[in-house]
């Protein structure tokens, strides 16, 4: 079973930054293939950001390339998400989630979530 813990939410104004965080559980946490995803008020749970591979491949949607970053620490089982030049847009839910299959195809394990509000 493996366990994920956001933190790292809160309310920025727009242009601002956050760093989000994810604690993982899990003894080969270096394996698995992890991902940020979002979901709004009233819209449906979207792919913001993944990582995984020997050589930490990312991926993210067009809406946060080039503003947000995904990295991991595998001596402290945690992935990152840099949020910077954060627009009203960005105000979501975010979700940690992992594939401890490496592939990055379904991701089985979620976490509770973290909340980010981007308001003047």
């Known amino acids: 079973q493996v366990q994920l813990a956001e933190s790292g939410g809160g309310l920025v104004q727009p242009g601002g930054s956050l760093r989000l965080s994810c604690a993982t559980s899990?003894?080969?946490?270096?394996?698995?293939?992890m991902a940020w995803f979002r979901q709004g008020l009233e819209s449906e749970r979207e792919f913001v950001a993944g990582?995984?591979?020997?050589?930490?491949?990312?991926l993210y949607a067009d809406s946060v390339k080039g503003r947000f970053t995904i990295s991991r620490d595998n001596t402290r089982n945690t992935v990152y998400l840099q949020m910077n030049s954060l627009k009203a847009e960005d105000t979501a839910v975010y979700y940690c989630?992992?594939?401890?299959?490496?592939?990055?195809?379904?991701?089985?394990?979620w976490g509770q979530g973290t909340e980010v509000t981007v308001s003047s």
């Open positions: 989630a992992a594939d401890p299959t490496g592939y990055g195809a379904q991701y089985d394990y």
């Open positions: 899990g003894r080969t946490f270096s394996s698995y293939a």
């Open positions: 990582i995984k591979g020997p050589y930490d491949a990312t």
